[in-house]
């Protein structure tokens, strides 16, 4: 497998964040000195490349740092900050799991590329780091290379081979070096070579050589790499690198080393902009002791899928064997007796007879009054009994999911924090190598869980899969070793030593394509709770912390190990662009955790919250006072308190904003596209954008891993003839056509433009041959562009190859879906002056030009598009692609008319109230919540339906029904895409059904049945 890159905006945003700061610096070629080839060699002609200086004083500098901080909203600085040792430092501040080190590999290629800076060194915390930024180096390669047409040259620093470093100092292409800190900042006489005159070296100093180069330092989580101390070894061995500007990348700054921060992307842009994984606990909590040697533990409660059956316990207990004391797991009704079933151990004999399972309140009570919740322990606990659950509720998940994902063709794994090397792994004083006591657990309650869930709705290719693998061969270990090769703990000094047993730490720190196949048997990873940043893996869908909760490492950083999304054995992430609203449905890490969901949840966002510095807290007056808001007609308005008062005064009485705060109300109407604001519709995007920048903690919120249900596709609700009579209606697939006037288009567009368009004007740094450059309409077609008073022929088709900037025609048209030749012909059209916005912001000119377009486009298609019918067809497996899982009673109903014996629903408002009315009025014979992977083309997107529903014969008079249920039942009032979308779904099913299925928005049955029964 090779892991599969893409270009991403916020990547180039934070890229171009820093080539902004040195705006004005001339683009030079290599700088030329005299090397010193050491002592004894006669190379008087010796040639060394070094970086160029910054030729920008300070207060450009700070004119430059300034306005890319006000065009991201940070807190600009009154001058230029420089670092302890008097170094020019830059602050990226990027969360966990988004591609930090793609960014900065892709933000030196940008540095070269405008200013031509070739010589950068990567200073890294550990040699887990190290591994991990080499990698990377290597797998994105091919990717870089492609797009800038340059490879670029990379090595590790060794103090016992220092010779790769005349090949840094002596070549003018783009080089790197990665270091870790060991190297230049232990005690030990090894790891400060870095220092001393080299015989191997011909006498000189490898810090010598490399300072001499005036590298730029990337600092790889400086939190880890600087300390605290601001004047210990690691700070005093940087400032002799001589660096010509350091770049300080971290999820987690220390703020007293944040200098000129020029870009965010924080846990809440994170979050909504659905770049990380969704996170869920899991918490296993032991409560007061019963003053028995018994044990009770609650792993869930499990309610029936049919109505009317009482739920369920899944318990855990002593229970007396043939060899002695064992642990019983149970599947239990109401009237469960724990002495009886135990053995009649005494320690059950009063008060353990189970009177109440509470599906509600996920609880049971015993016969003594006491409740016990779900991941809740009492009674005679020991810490190995608490490990025993975690590890077991770890491979339960692990396999829940697994089984979900195995037909998506994506590898799960799961990682256990342990902290003790001696609980995975012994050696012996003989030298004999056995088990650690959490590593024969963990292969006890695979077997164990296995046996119990294999039976399940499992595929028979799943079943093979595990077949082929056991117990032991399924974990690794992740670990420091010694000298020989031992694994060791090692915590604060972690970073000195090769980090872990051989072929496990090939299999996960540098084998991380083969970790990823499905073909490899390792799924669980066993690794020390000092683990921080360095090694993660986009396929950990489960973390367990089988060592107590303290404080020494963080929830986040705990998390952090496998908040990136996933791939598939393709490479492919499966991200937002390709999965769309279904991203979530499959990127969910869930933590194990040794305590309560709620203290794990609070402390985690507490965390997450307090890392949040440069964010409105509340909605008031002030959020929009004084803000410059871009109208829907285009027009600039600068709002004045008057304004702002009148709009946070809608806000209130429409329900979205109660105590400065924005409501489940608003997310509601804003997910669904029907915010209303009486005064102020027609700029409710523009209000959205400012509401958008306020910190909501619930966005940080993190849910409850119990309690959850799958809800499992009944192929028999399938199969009935009411429903299949439907499904042959409307599961035929479409093309369509848009038959507009292209001509007409084209002036609609231009006309859009020039009266709508407005960007904010940025300085920007211009290369040669860019499309930045093109001053009119007619450069445009002739493909001239001006560069320094000179003409630089540059085609269009041709641009990303030669090296521009932008690609303006290309992204315009992956924006729009129009032909190239009719990009040209309306950027053509427009003004001078409107085309000559480009140059002032080119990505924010192709986001609003392409936003325009596209809404110009919805209109024809509303008015021009026709579908007609193709031979292919939808079958039943959609229905089973995606596992399903909510929590009954809150956005999820038990069903039996559905073809899922649960329907979860995406919103607690309007689609449960409309599932709980099919579920239970007699005409409705069955119905379905369409799957993802039922959509329509559209010329602006796919599009899911949301309902199928076939009525019982004479009831209604449409006996079909396809409806999409919305906050608002008046199209006009969605936004134009949507409602572009809803419109090409009508005639879809007319096409597809000769009008037979009719397909309609409502908000309520009440409405649907209205309808239907007017016909």
Not at 878 to 893: M, V, W
Request: charged letters at 30%.
């Amino acid at each position: 497998m090779k892991i599969q890159f893409k270009h991403q905006a916020f990547q180039r945003d934070a890229a171009q964040a820093v080539v902004n700061a040195f705006r004005g610096q001339p683009l030079q070629d290599f700088f030329v000195y005299r090397r010193d080839v050491g002592k004894g060699v006669l190379e008087l002609d010796a040639q060394g490349f070094r970086n160029h200086d910054i030729l920008l004083n300070d207060e450009e500098l700070t004119r430059n740092i300034r306005e890319v901080q006000i065009s991201q909203e940070l807190q600009p600085v009154n001058h230029v900050l420089r670092d302890g040792n008097g170094t020019l430092a830059l602050s990226i501040e990027m969360e966990t799991g988004t591609g930090k080190t793609y960014t900065y590999i892709k933000t030196m290629y940008e540095l070269n590329k405008h200013y031509g800076w070739t010589k950068f060194i990567i200073v890294v915390p550990s040699v887990a780091i190290r591994e991990g930024v080499i990698k990377s180096l290597e797998t994105m390669a091919d990717h870089f290379a492609e797009e800038y047409g340059e490879r670029m040259q990379h090595f590790v620093y060794d103090s016992a081979h220092p010779k790769a470093i005349d090949q840094f100092a002596s070549d003018p292409k783009i080089h790197v070096m990665v270091i870790n800190t060991q190297a230049f900042n232990a005690t030990g006489k090894d790891a400060r070579r870095i220092f001393m005159k080299l015989e191997d070296f011909n006498y000189r100093r490898p810090i010598d050589i490399l300072s001499e180069t005036r590298p730029i330092l990337i600092i790889d989580e400086p939190q880890s790499v600087l300390g605290t101390d601001k004047k210990n070894k690691t700070r005093q061995g940087l400032q002799q690198f001589n660096p010509l500007f350091s770049i300080l990348y971290s999820a987690t700054h220390r703020k007293a080393d944040v200098y000129n921060q020029v870009y965010r992307l924080d846990a809440i842009d994170a979050f909504n902009k659905r770049l990380v994984k969704k996170i869920e606990v899991m918490g296993v909590e032991q409560i007061g002791t019963t003053a028995t040697n018994g044990y009770l533990y609650l792993d869930a409660i499990v309610l029936s899928k049919k109505k009317g059956e009482a739920p369920r316990a899944r318990i855990s207990f002593d229970a007396t064997s043939r060899v002695g004391l064992r642990t019983a797991t149970r599947l239990v009704d109401e009237g469960f007796d724990l002495y009886a079933e135990s053995g009649e151990l005494e320690a059950y004999r009063d008060g353990f007879i189970i009177e109440r399972i509470d599906g509600v309140k996920g609880c049971i009570r015993l016969s003594n009054g006491q409740e016990i919740y779900e991941g809740q322990a009492m009674g005679a606990i020991t810490e190995e009994l608490i490990r025993r659950i975690q590890i077991r509720t770890t491979i339960q998940k692990h396999f829940e999911r697994e089984h979900q994902l195995y037909k998506q063709g994506i590898k799960v794994l799961s990682l256990f924090f342990i902290d003790a090397v001696e609980k995975y792994r012994i050696y012996d004083s003989g030298g004999e190598t056995r088990k650690g006591r959490w590593a024969e657990i963990f292969e006890e309650e695979y077997v164990s869980v296995l046996n119990e869930v294999r039976d399940l709705y499992w595929d028979e290719e799943y079943k093979q899969y595990l077949q082929g693998i056991s117990a032991e061969q399924t974990h690794a270990g992740y670990f420091s070793q010694d000298k020989k090769g031992k694994m060791i703990d090692s915590k604060v000094k972690r970073g000195e030593t090769e980090a872990n047993d051989p072929d496990a730490y090939q299999l996960i720190m540098r084998n991380k394509e083969r970790l990823l196949s499905l073909d490899e048997p390792t799924r669980f990873i066993f690794s020390h709770s000092a683990l921080k940043e360095g090694w993660d893996n986009p396929n950990v869908f489960q973390i367990c912390a089988l060592k107590q909760s303290n404080n020494e490492v963080k929830k986040r950083q705990e998390v952090g190990r496998g908040m990136r999304l996933c791939v598939n054995q393709q490479g492919e992430r499966q991200d937002s662009d390709l999965l769309g609203d279904a991203v979530y449905d499959t990127n969910v890490l869930t933590v194990i955790a040794s305590e309560s969901y709620k203290d794990f949840s609070e402390a985690l966002q507490k965390e997450l919250a307090e890392s949040i510095t440069s964010r409105a807290v509340l909605v008031t007056a002030a959020l929009f006072a004084g803000k410059t808001i871009v109208k829907a007609n285009g027009e600039k308005l600068t709002l004045t308190e008057s304004q702002a008062a009148t709009i946070l005064e809608e806000l209130v009485s429409a329900g979205y904003v109660k105590k400065q705060k924005l409501t489940d109300k608003y997310f509601e109407d804003k997910k669904a596209g029907t915010l209303q604001l009486e005064d102020w519709q027609e700029d409710v995007e523009a209000i959205v954008q400012e509401l958008d920048k306020v910190f909501n903690p619930d966005v940080l919120k993190v849910e409850n891993g119990r309690g959850k249900e799958t809800a499992h596709f009944r192929m028999e609700r399938f199969n009935k003839k009411e429903f299949q009579a439907l499904w042959k209606r409307i599961n035929c697939k479409t093309y369509y056509e848009v038959d507009f006037e292209t001509e007409s288009l084209i002036r609609k567009s231009i006309v859009g433009l020039d009266d709508s368009l407005h960007v904010t004007a940025i300085r920007i740094a211009v290369t040669s041959g860019t499309l930045a450059n093109i001053q009119s309409r007619e450069e445009l077609e002739a493909g001239q562009a001006m560069q320094e008073g000179k003409t630089k022929t540059v085609k269009v088709k041709e641009a990303v190859a030669s090296g521009v900037r932008y690609d303006l025609v290309g992204e315009l048209v992956q924006r729009t879906g129009l032909k190239r030749s009719t990009i040209v012909a309306i950027l053509t059209g427009i003004k001078p002056e409107t085309f000559g916005m480009y140059r002032r912001n080119p990505e924010e000119f192709i986001i609003r030009a392409g936003n325009i377009i596209n809404e110009q486009k919805a209109i024809a298609v509303i008015e021009h598009i026709a579908y007609h019918k193709m031979d292919q067809h939808y079958d039943a497996s959609i229905f089973s692609e995606h596992e399903l899982r909510g929590r009954i009673g809150i956005d999820a109903i038990q069903s039996e008319r559905s073809l899922y014996d649960l329907v979860v629903v995406d919103s607690q408002g309007v689609e449960k109230r409309f599932a709980e009315k099919l579920e239970r009025e007699e005409e409705v014979e069955v119905y379905t919540k369409l799957p993802r992977g039922f959509y329509i083309n559209t010329p602006v997107g796919k599009y899911n339906p949301d309902w199928a529903i076939v009525f019982r014969e004479g009831a209604v008079k449409h006996i079909y029904f396809v409806a999409e249920t919305k906050g608002s039942e008046d199209i006009t009032q969605l936004r134009g895409v949507e409602s572009a979308k809803i419109e090409c779904a009508k005639r879809h099913f007319a096409s597809i059904s000769d009008s037979s299925v009719k397909f309609d928005v409502v908000k309520s049955y009440e409405k649907l049945k209205n309808i239907v029964t007017q016909g």
